[in-house]
């Protein structure tokens, strides 16, 4: 153990007094060090300059009684050591330095707490305001949602009577399509009659190939005929052009539907979402990703479109229809009419024919006693196969 700045009053590390009368030697110089020691501070007080305590031991001159013939130390006592180094005397403080220390420290801690309640109360305002933002947002979502589903329902029930409608309208379509070419198939049936009544007549022999009003009427019937036949069938395939319009229109409409339900069926599930919900997870960047391809006037301009697009085509359906139903009465109308003068004109003419043959058999009737008294007195010049007695019918 080292006595480093022992006390000049201790006891045990004074000199041995020898002799009160003998004259003390002269001192020695001192011992010259380095001060190579660095003061301490405390942790946070470093830019406090190094200070010397106030108050510190001051060395006193004692003079010491040193024997010429021996040495004043015993070798069992430890050797006096002075505080010469001013340095080891820096570690000291004074109360007043103790008791500034003791308040910067409690003026820190005090600074801290001030500083960490401030950013908890900052901390507790911004969650308040951040949970207020949150619940204002998601009852606004909720509101445009509630909005959505509306405006999809309202769009659902446009679509889904205006594709109810266009369906009815080409179920009617086929029934007109389906009249208009049976009504042409059947038509074959009387245009072979009246060829067949053109095809006889021409068996007729000699001045009886007239060209008399039967012929006349016949061939306007089968010109008719094949005319009404033509136009039906004409009809028939505008219709059918119709209905693959249509058909188009309606898929248009069965698909704008399929997503409209699709939608809905996702906009209620996020309607009914809550924060208490279970499955609920959360996607990184879901925020940003746009993958919209319209706005809410162009989705409803879209199916406002698909609308007005099936009432065109419903519109041009009953316009056919309407023309089908006015070609048929108008055919049925001019066939009749045809079928009615072809059948007085075969009247007129089996009357005419009935009275020419009536007046012929009259005449021959009358000239028949003049051939015959004739053949009876020449039967040579009677023809082959004539009875004498009996007119040659």
Same mark, same amino acid.
């Given at each position: 153990? *080292?006595?480093?700045?022992?006390?000049?009053?201790?006891?045990?590390?004074?000199?041995?007094? #020898?002799?009160?009368?003998?004259?003390?030697?002269?001192?020695?110089?001192? /011992? *010259?060090? @380095?001060?190579?020691?660095?003061?301490? &501070?405390?942790?946070?007080?470093?830019?406090?300059?190094?200070?010397?305590?106030?108050?510190?031991?001051?060395?006193?001159?004692?003079?010491?009684?040193?024997?010429?013939?021996?040495?004043?130390? !015993?070798?069992?006592? /430890?050797?006096?050591?002075?505080? #010469?180094?001013?340095?080891?005397?820096?570690?000291?403080? %004074?109360?007043?330095?103790?008791?500034?220390?003791?308040?910067?420290?409690?003026?820190?801690?005090?600074? %801290?707490? $001030?500083?960490?309640?401030?950013?908890?109360?900052?901390?507790?305002?911004?969650?308040?305001?951040?949970?207020? $933002?949150?619940?204002?947002?998601?009852?606004?979502?909720?509101?445009?949602?509630?909005?959505?589903?509306?405006?999809?329902?309202?769009?659902?029930?446009?679509?889904?009577?205006?594709?109810?409608?266009?369906?009815?309208?080409?179920?009617?379509?086929?029934?007109?399509?389906?009249?208009?070419?049976?009504?042409?198939?059947?038509?074959?049936?009387?245009?072979?009659?009246?060829?067949?009544?053109?095809?006889?007549?021409?068996?007729?022999?000699?001045?009886? $190939?007239?060209?008399?009003?039967?012929?006349?009427? $016949?061939? @306007?019937?089968?010109?008719?005929?094949?005319?009404?036949?033509?136009?039906?069938?004409? +009809?028939?395939?505008?219709?059918?052009?119709?209905?693959?319009?249509?058909?188009?229109?309606?898929?248009?409409?069965?698909?704008?539907?399929?997503?409209? &339900?699709?939608?809905?069926?996702?906009?209620?599930?996020?309607?009914?979402?809550?924060?208490? !919900?279970?499955?609920?997870?959360?996607?990184?960047?879901?925020?940003?990703?746009?993958?919209?391809? !319209?706005?809410?006037?162009?989705? #409803?301009?879209? &199916?406002?479109?698909?609308?007005?697009? %099936?009432?065109?085509?419903?519109?041009?359906?009953?316009?056919?229809?309407?023309?089908?139903?006015?070609?048929?009465?108008?055919? &049925?109308? @001019?066939?009749?009419?045809?079928?009615?003068?072809?059948?007085?004109?075969?009247?007129?003419?089996?009357?005419?024919?009935?009275?020419?043959?009536?007046?012929?058999?009259? @005449?021959?009737?009358?000239?028949? /006693?003049?051939?015959?008294?004739?053949?009876? *007195?020449?039967?040579?010049?009677?023809?082959?196969?004539?009875?004498?007695? +009996?007119?040659?019918?």
């Amino acid at each position: 153990m *080292e006595f480093l700045g022992t006390s000049q009053t201790a006891s045990y590390c004074g000199p041995k007094k #020898a002799c009160a009368f003998r004259a003390l030697p002269p001192a020695g110089p001192a /011992p *010259e060090t @380095q001060e190579c020691y660095q003061p301490y &501070s405390l942790p946070g007080y470093l830019y406090l300059k190094s200070w010397r305590p106030s108050l510190f031991y001051k060395v006193s001159n004692a003079q010491t009684c040193v024997d010429e013939r021996a040495t004043c130390r !015993s070798p069992l006592r /430890p050797p006096t050591i002075l505080p #010469a180094l001013r340095s080891a005397l820096f570690c000291r403080y %004074s109360p007043r330095d103790w008791d500034k220390s003791n308040d910067l420290q409690m003026r820190g801690a005090e600074a %801290s707490r $001030l500083w960490a309640s401030r950013l908890t109360g900052d901390s507790m305002r911004l969650m308040q305001d951040k949970d207020e $933002l949150t619940r204002q947002m998601q009852e606004g979502t909720c509101r445009n949602l509630g909005q959505r589903l509306s405006d999809i329902g309202f769009w659902k029930s446009e679509l889904g009577y205006e594709l109810e409608r266009l369906l009815n309208e080409t179920h009617s379509m086929e029934t007109v399509k389906r009249r208009l070419e049976c009504a042409a198939e059947e038509l074959n049936c009387p245009l072979q009659v009246a060829l067949e009544c053109l095809y006889h007549r021409e068996k007729r022999i000699g001045i009886d $190939l007239v060209h008399d009003n039967v012929e006349k009427n $016949l061939i @306007q019937e089968v010109d008719l005929l094949k005319c009404c036949q033509e136009h039906m069938r004409k +009809l028939a395939q505008r219709i059918d052009i119709q209905m693959r319009d249509n058909r188009d229109a309606q898929h248009a409409l069965e698909r704008d539907l399929e997503d409209k &339900s699709s939608a809905q069926f996702i906009d209620e599930k996020c309607y009914n979402l809550r924060n208490t !919900s279970d499955c609920i997870t959360f996607f990184h960047g879901m925020e940003k990703v746009d993958g919209t391809v !319209s706005v809410p006037e162009t989705w #409803a301009k879209f &199916s406002n479109d698909n609308i007005r697009h %099936s009432q065109n085509m419903r519109a041009n359906s009953i316009r056919l229809r309407e023309e089908a139903e006015n070609l048929l009465e108008t055919l &049925s109308d @001019q066939m009749w009419k045809q079928f009615t003068n072809t059948n007085l004109a075969f009247s007129a003419r089996i009357s005419e024919v009935t009275d020419v043959k009536n007046k012929l058999q009259t @005449q021959l009737a009358k000239t028949f /006693p003049e051939t015959s008294v004739h053949y009876l *007195e020449h039967p040579q010049d009677a023809p082959e196969g004539c009875v004498l007695g +009996l007119p040659n019918v």
